[in-house]
């Protein structure tokens, strides 16, 4: 039988305390950020917010050309953003949640490069007529390219504050690591 655990120092839990603390807020500000764009169209068509509502949907013009004709409705409003920045921001919220794949340092430029290639081959696709403006291939590429940002930069962190074992990676890491 092996011995018990020796107890932990209590400043290292006390480190570990806030650094999980700091993740989660993290996690829960890129959550919010990333679902914002798509709920703000329904506050403002079922809430009174006029001018604040105004002023929040203007928070997005610099970061998006938010034509008329990619840009999905709800409530009568239209989203802040266009349907592939809009997906960048679901995947900013979801990769916030899943963290999955816990990609490491080597791979996160190759899956930005398989993601980025998808979503500019869908750009060309719909520019050169191939198909016309989908919505769903603009969210989903869209979300790719957010996923990938967020779940990276979270398992960085997780990483860096030694706040998770490594996990058999399965082709998506750097190698088979197993957990101790």
Known sequence: MPAPAAPQDPRERERRDLAHQALAIVRVGLVLVGTFPWWLPLARGYL??????????????????RLPSRTLHFAGHAMPLCSRCGGIYLGLALGA??????LS????????????????????????????????????????VGWT????????????RGLAHPRRQNGWGDGPHERP
């Open 48 to 65: 009174p917010l006029g001018a604040v509502g105004t002023i929040l949907d203007g928070l997005f013009i610099a970061s998006c050309h």
């Open 97 to 102: 949640v899943l963290v999955w794949p816990r």
């Open 105 to 144: 340092g080597r791979r996160i430029p190759l899956a930005f490069g398989v993601t980025g290639a998808l979503m500019l081959l869908d750009v060309i696709a719909q520019d050169l007529g191939w198909h016309p403006m989908w919505h769903s291939t603009r969210i989903v590429t869209g979300l790719l």
């Open 149 to 160: 940002a967020s779940s990276s930069f979270v398992a960085a962190l997780m990483r860096a």
